[in-house]
């Protein structure tokens, strides 16, 4: 167990790769905790081949989550915890193509998943609830499905439905018996002495971002998740690395971390952000 500072290479690392293939080489029984928000479903293109969340259909993409997710089963320890942000869509009405969008140039597709069959126009997808149920048949213990609110959100330019302020967060485990720190999900009351177990609902704000990554989610809201699923020194993974902010709260943090990476730029740029800035994600 690493208790000084972490070091590149032996405490952290990043690889580029597809994630079901890179995870298959570490042992069972690894991790202690895994925190991940993988691509949705047909909203962004990230110019990748064999790139999760292009697929033609919703059950493609549901199976080729499941695999990368039967293998973080395998990697972590009994008693870990998977913690998983994904969020949902509406059908694209069979429309073939994305126009861009000025704010975020990379919602731009050339491809547009068909209406899924037993679906209409307009319908909402189900996606979070969808996989969480498939992962539930596959073995994993569904413990918690987490209302993350941000109330910072940009109203949407639709008209005929509420704006979306919400994503899911799903709390899995391994087995029956995990390691949950329920005193890291302590609330404070409306009395100043007391305080309540942690609710389901959490409200963080979403955080603005200059990088090229669109997706990346709070580090406060990846903090609660380690705080609650691990201790220090404990190894995290995150199979859908993106642009490192998971590695980031585990440098804070003094947890051990390894992220998987599709898109070489993205590897880099989780890398440029440590201590080790220059360091080259391993292939």
Same mark, same amino acid.
């Given at each position: ?12 690392? @990043? ?52 695999? @990368? ?54 319908d909402l997808v189900g996606v979070p609830w969808r996989l969480a149920f498939s992962l539930q ?31 899911? @967060? ?75 902010? @998971? ?19 993205y590897a880099a740029l989780a890398l440029s952000r440590t201590p080790w800035a220059g360091g080259q994600p391993a292939?």
């Amino acid at each position: 167990m690493s208790t000084g500072s972490l070091t590149p290479d032996d405490d952290y690392q @990043v690889i580029v790769g597809d994630a079901a293939l890179e995870l298959s080489q570490f042992p069972d029984a690894f991790f202690q905790s895994c925190i991940t928000s993988p691509p949705y479903w047909g909203v962004r293109d990230y110019g990748i081949q064999g790139q999760i969340g292009a697929e033609g259909s919703l059950g493609d993409y549901i199976d080729h989550l499941r695999m @990368v997710f039967h293998e973080i089963r395998r990697v972590l320890r009994d008693d870990g915890t998977l913690w998983l942000n994904i969020g949902d869509t509406y059908t694209s009405g069979n429309r073939t193509w994305r126009a861009p969008d000025r704010k975020n140039p990379a919602r731009a597709m050339k491809y547009r998943p068909p209406t899924p069959v037993g679906l209409k126009p307009k319908d909402l997808v189900g996606v979070p609830w969808r996989l969480a149920f498939s992962l539930q048949e596959d073995g994993w213990y569904l413990r918690s499905d987490i209302i993350w609110y941000k109330p910072n959100v940009r109203p949407e330019s639709v008209k005929d439905r509420p704006t979306q302020s919400h994503e899911y @967060v799903f709390m899995l485990s391994k087995s029956d018996r995990y390691y949950y720190n329920h005193k890291a999900g302590m609330e404070p009351t409306t009395d100043r002495n007391a305080l309540r177990h942690g609710r389901t609902l959490w409200t963080i704000p979403t955080k603005p971002n200059r990088s090229s990554h669109f997706a990346m989610f709070p580090p406060s809201l990846v903090k609660r998740c380690i705080d609650l699923g691990s201790q220090p020194g404990d190894r995290i993974i995150d199979p859908f690395c993106g642009s490192g902010t @998971v590695g980031l709260v585990c440098l804070e943090t003094n947890r051990r971390f390894a992220g998987i990476e599709i898109k070489p730029e993205y590897a880099a740029l989780a890398l440029s952000r440590t201590p080790w800035a220059g360091g080259q994600p391993a292939h």
